[in-house]
């Protein structure tokens, strides 16, 4: 019988997309193993063809163990039980990952939603739901956390992860649609002392040179530093802080608009219309 050109195809390719698994801590077996079952039951694949694509796959310290056992691993169901015996972290492990999970720079929302998920399914298949959307929040980048929690309070009902993941996503999309330098000065203003310090060290620095120009060559060192210690003398400052424009929406002086806390999370902070964006209001241009 000549052999299926259509079933060489789809072995050759399963075993091309296959990733390889070397044991690694980072790395989870179980995907691994589901993986391979996966694209055995797609390709119609036996369980000595899939005993043979997994060991194939096999690196690192995860090929130096089968290599040690291979005697007790003869089949694809063993090696399947012991692999997960071996390589398959403790719950107390999967707990603190899960408790230290972030979202990390330029990792995906999605792909960092579906982390979260799977590791709550690995410390318990009927974790609460609450519990999960806890979970999630608590690990997203910093610039999306203050708003998703802001509208997750908002909601009349216990919020899922299916609503978290919504929310998030329209946040990163208005996120995604503020220029750059827009968003460097709403995430991470730069403290207003330290600007009036290096102010303040400028103006000092510049009065002492123009004192030491003015000092005759003549003069007694300690004239001198009997006027320099005059100049440097304690003057009240006025302790009046610079105030913000009245806010749009709640009429304050202590606060930007795009910052209050009573803002919508759509609509213009200008005339307070839901059709457009600020950036598209007409009294902007009046």
Request: hydrophobic share 30%.
């Amino acid at each position: 019988m000549e052999p299926n050109p259509i079933q060489n195809i789809l072995h050759t390719t399963a075993l091309k997309e296959l990733p390889k698994f070397t044991g690694d801590p980072n790395q989870k077996v179980t995907q691994f193993i589901n993986a391979v079952e996966h694209i055995g039951s797609f390709a119609g694949l036996n369980e000595s063809m899939l005993h043979s694509l997994a060991t194939i796959k096999l690196e690192g310290s995860a090929f130096n163990w089968y290599h040690n056992n291979q005697a007790h691993l003869q089949s694809w169901r063993d090696l399947k039980q012991h692999l997960l015996e071996r390589f398959k972290p403790s719950l107390s492990a999967t707990k603190t990952r899960l408790k230290e999970r972030k979202q990390q720079p330029g990792e995906s929302l999605d792909a960092y939603y579906d982390d979260i998920i799977d590791l709550c399914q690995q410390v318990d298949h009927n974790m609460p739901l609450h519990m999960i959307v806890d979970y999630l929040q608590d690990g997203i980048r910093n610039d999306l956390k203050i708003h998703v929690k802001r509208r997750l309070k908002m909601l009349n009902d216990e919020p899922t992860p299916a609503i978290f993941l919504k929310i998030a996503r329209d946040e990163e999309e208005l996120l995604n649609e503020i220029p750059s330098e827009t968003q460097q000065s709403i995430i991470s203003p730069q403290p207003y002392f330290a600007s009036v310090t290096a102010a303040t060290g400028k103006q000092r620095q510049s009065s002492e040179t123009s004192l030491h120009s003015q000092i005759p060559q003549n003069t007694r060192i300690t004239d001198y530093t009997h006027t320099l210690n005059r100049s440097r003398a304690y003057r009240p400052r006025s302790t009046q802080l610079n105030q913000f424009s009245p806010c749009l929406i709640c009429q304050r002086s202590n606060h930007r608009t795009i910052d209050c806390y009573h803002k919508q999370p759509r609509g213009c902070y200008k005339c307070g219309n839901h059709n457009h964006n600020i950036r598209n209001c007409p009294q902007v241009f009046q």
